[in-house]
């Protein structure tokens, strides 16, 4: 009865979303307030009966009601409570599901939270993100029913693919969703202000913390996957490059660029068209990146839900929105008039080159992406474009971008001198270089992998320290350093987020330059060394966990002739799945990271060890949550409360930018 | 700061020695010549898995994979030089084999999309930003009255 209260509310939903997406466009477009008030009930509406929806199928989950096909077909009743419930979206049917759900939340917010905003724009946005969900609703009643009833009732369900039933995996797609679909906020305004042809100041302000948010839960949400693809895949890789994987870097970059670029409309009124181009395409790779994992056109690790049908659904979305989107701006984009006048070196060109880079360099994965499709389709040429490609072709707008970074994010607006923006930033740049040419001398020569990225790694985050101190104004070392904590917060998520991006890009280099690695047939309680560590296999054990059977073995690690850690890698089979899993051993250290799997057993006792000395690797998603908390920390800004109504600053205070 | 740096930096460079990059390699297949089985490696890591979805036979546990590997080290054993091997191995299984599409033909386009996107971006930036800076800042306003009161108190903080 639940279940089928759920198809109905989802039914509802998607009703509300049709009715929210033409009345408030005819309203705002004809002057009605009447017509254009329907937005935000209506948005609210939605959100309930999404809600509903989303809680009959976790209820369905949760309670093991195997008569639902989906639920036998993901789920088990011997499987643990968190990942019953993070079944939910382990799947085609549910993951669209919570992607709709997330959808309308965003809508709601903006209903609820966009009081501040002139009614046109809102009701103009709201019918928009309906207009979105309408579609999204259609597809998951037509084409993905999660409701669906067995005919006849199995005892138990087919179980979770064991790789999902991880925590890092269980959060990673919600966070992911949040920020694809965070995205369509971006695009909602953008169309609004088409549709009104007007961009000015304070479009830039309200569409800033929407992508601001996506940026931050992307963020998140890639990291969360990389980690896990880390520990979970047993080898210790970090990204593949995976089609699928790039499908979410790629909204990744264009947001990273727009929330840039709507820094230069809100404060000095230029970059507008191409702001607004930004927010279209950014969500427009958002529905790309669905295309691809939904539509299985292009083969990739992520095998989930691969149906021709359905992919052809979205593209109808994609073409819909995307084109739509497009015709509309090229129809309007002309009308928007740059105020701002700037000198080639400030603070407005170096936010140009920012976004040149970010989206040539999105543009650059794109073609990687879609190359063995188009290759094949035109040139009849089959071929692969794989990870030596993109880390040829993506890295150096990474290393552009580090470079110019810290002196861009200095430069004063309008018009600056770059003599008074280098010289304080002189001594850190000589200090980056001393280190990266260290790092070449101890190693050798050999790759410039590693020396480059620790040059611009530490260049980076001394730019960020500097740049942050330099806000503080004249005076003594100490009066500056207590001025810190008055600084506006977006200050310190700019200098943050910076940071953090360098402490990545340290990582990355670290791992890939200097891991060290040894596979062997390693013989019970006979110690041997890789490189500075002394491992030895002490045992092995067969046990069983809640829903598999492992072997765990126990390795003791030793450095110096002292215990460093014990760690316990193991193999497990998941019976109902038919499926193995490597669940890695990790010794998580700052400098580096000892990583142990441990393989098959061998005809005289003895197990295949595979031991893996990770430098930094901890840095990359330590300064990926740095890049989010910077993010976060501009979120709360005093300027983005705006609805907290025209309350007066604080007296004091160094005054933002 | 700086100093703090520098003590870790140094610290963890002498704690690091070099070698080779990860794999699903299995103990009985690596060469006894360190210098071959590097090569290997790297050949490796450019090869397609061809049963598997993206990965290289260097990380791929199949057994297909693992038939592969051992080739490329066959031929290295035998004395073939990189290019050699990878010749050979596309010769058997076409050019979907390679995860770094040769540098010939149409691919041309793949490997130049990049940098003339990038070389036009920069033209049209600069021509943006030249612009900006010898225009004139327009003294009319686009706003009404009530509209720019109502972005003041908007903007005010």
Redesign the interface.
Known sequence: MIVELGHFALILAAVTALVQAIVPLVGAQMRWPGWMAVAEPAAGLQFLFASFSFAALTYAFVTSDFSVSLVTGNSHTLKPMLYKISGVWGNHEGSMLLWVLILTLFGACLAWFGG?L?PSIRSRALAIQGAVAVAFFAFILFTSNPFERMDAVPFDGRDLNPLLQDVGLALHPPFLYLGYVGLSMAFSFAIAALIEG?V???WG?WVRPWTLAAWVFLTIGIALGSWWAYYEL????FW????VENASFMPWLLAAALLHSAIVVEKRE?LKSWTILLAIMAFSFSLIGTFIVRSGVI???H?FANDPERGVFILGILVFFTGGALTLFAARAGQM????????V?R??AL??N??LL??AC??VF??TI?PLV?EM??E?????????FN??FTP?MVLLGLVLPVGAMLPWKRAKLGKVVKPLAPAFV?AVA?GG??WT??GG?SLLGPVG?FLG?WL??GA?IDLMSRTGRGALGDRIGRLSRLPRADWGKAVAHAGFGVTIFGIAGL?A????D???AQLGQPYMV??YEITLEGVRETEGPNYLTTMADIRVRKDGKDVTMLHPEKRVYPVAAMPTTEAAIDYRI??DVYLAI?DAQADGAY?V?T?IK??TNWIWFGSFLMSLGGLLSLTD??YR?AAG?RK?PAGGVP?E | ??TT??T?????????????????????E?LDDPVLEERARDIS??L?CLV?????ID?SNAQLAKDLRVLVRERLVEGDNNDEVVDFVVDRY????????RTS???MV??G??PV??II??IV??G???R??T????TER??SDE?EA??Q?????
């Not at chain 2, 002498?14 to 103990?27: C, D, H, K, T």
């Not at chain 2, 225009?135 to 327009?138: G, H, I, L, N, W």
């Open positions: 501040n002139p007007r000015d100041a304070a302000r047993g080898w210790g890789g593949f490059w995976d089609p230029s083969t990739s690790v095998a008039e740059a105020k701002g006048v700037f000198g080639v400030s407005e060109s140009v080159l976004n040149i989206a040539v543009f650059v073609i990687g190359w290759s035109f040139f040429r089959k071929l692969s474009v794989g990870a030596p490609f040829m072709a707008f200090l280190l260290l790092a101890i190693q050999r620790l530490a985050l001394m320290v890939m200097w891991e060290q690695e596979i062997r047939v490189g500075a400098l580096r393989g295949t595979r893996y430098p930094l005093r300027r705006v025209a600053a933002a | 700061m700086m740096l520098k870790w930096g140094a610290a963890f460079f002498v704690a690091l020695m070099l070698a080779g990059p990860s794999a699903a390699v299995q103990p009985d690596i890591k450019d397609r598997c979805r993206n990965e290289s990380d076409g050019e979907y084999v390679l995860l770094r599409p033909g149409t691919n793949l490997y999309a990049g996107m990038l971006a920069l930036g600069f943006y930003t030249r900006r800076s225009a004139r800042s327009p686009t706003l509209e109502r972005l108190e908007i903007l005010k903080e």
